[in-house]
């Protein structure tokens, strides 16, 4: 794999179901990111993680929930999902550095009815 | 609250020069990126930039002024493949990207 990987590349989920977003990098980035997309809205972070092990909140983190166990991985689960959580999900990871910039995976489409 | 604000859409011609601005209020400030976003696809990241005045790279050049919370994004020599959104963000105190909600561009020929 060369960049960042998500999985599902789209999903349509009943209500109350529990359903984790994957994301995989292989760039040895320290810091990861989970973002929503919204019509008319700009993306909004859900959770974030500077370095394997920790994790931090974002600015919509309720509903959600990441782990870190290692530098590659940072699976998103949605505990039990309700319709205002239709939206698209990109996953990203940026390296040290002073422009820091980041990279991001092709996203996961997700509709909850 | 923090805030970036930018034109939701905007039309040019092809060859022709657009200018795409944005304006933003944020708890400290720490950069401002452009990044490009095609319909269903993934942002991709275009330009930095963290002190004041303009940095060019190829067709397009962004500038800053932090003492406005001002920057623009300018496009040259139009191509059909520049119609994307451009989004603006800017990374605040806490080293978090704040984004704006990205202006959709129109190409046509």
């Known amino acids: 794999i060369a960049g960042i990987t998500q999985a599902p590349t789209s999903q349509i989920l009943a209500a109350g179901r529990r359903m984790t977003l994957r994301c995989t990098q292989d760039m040895r980035h320290n810091a990861m990111y989970w973002y929503r997309q919204d019509l008319g809205l700009g993306l909004r972070l859900i959770h974030y993680?500077?370095?394997?092990?920790?994790?931090g909140k974002g600015e919509v983190p309720d509903g959600y929930s990441v782990s870190r166990a290692n530098t590659d991985d940072f699976p998103l689960t949605l505990a039990s999902a309700v319709p205002s959580q239709t939206s698209v999900y990109f996953c990203?990871?940026?390296?040290?550095?002073?422009?820091?910039?980041?990279?991001f995976g092709p996203g996961t489409r997700l509709t909850v009815l | 609250g923090q805030n970036i604000d930018q034109p939701t859409e905007m039309t040019a011609t092809e060859g022709a020069i657009v200018q795409i601005n944005c304006t933003y209020q944020t708890s400290g400030f720490n950069g401002l990126f452009w990044y490009q976003q095609h319909a269903g696809e993934a942002p991709t990241f275009l330009s930095y930039n963290v002190l004041d005045g303009l940095e060019e790279k190829g067709r397009f050049s962004s500038f800053l002024s932090r003492s406005k919370g001002y920057s623009y994004l300018l496009l040259k020599e139009l191509q059909m493949k520049d119609s994307a959104s451009y989004l603006c963000a800017v990374r605040d105190r806490n080293y978090q990207l704040i984004w704006g909600a990205g202006t959709k561009l129109i190409i046509k020929p």
């Open positions: 990203a990871s940026s390296p040290a550095g002073e422009s820091g910039e980041q990279f």
């Open positions: 993680s500077n370095t394997a092990g920790t994790t």
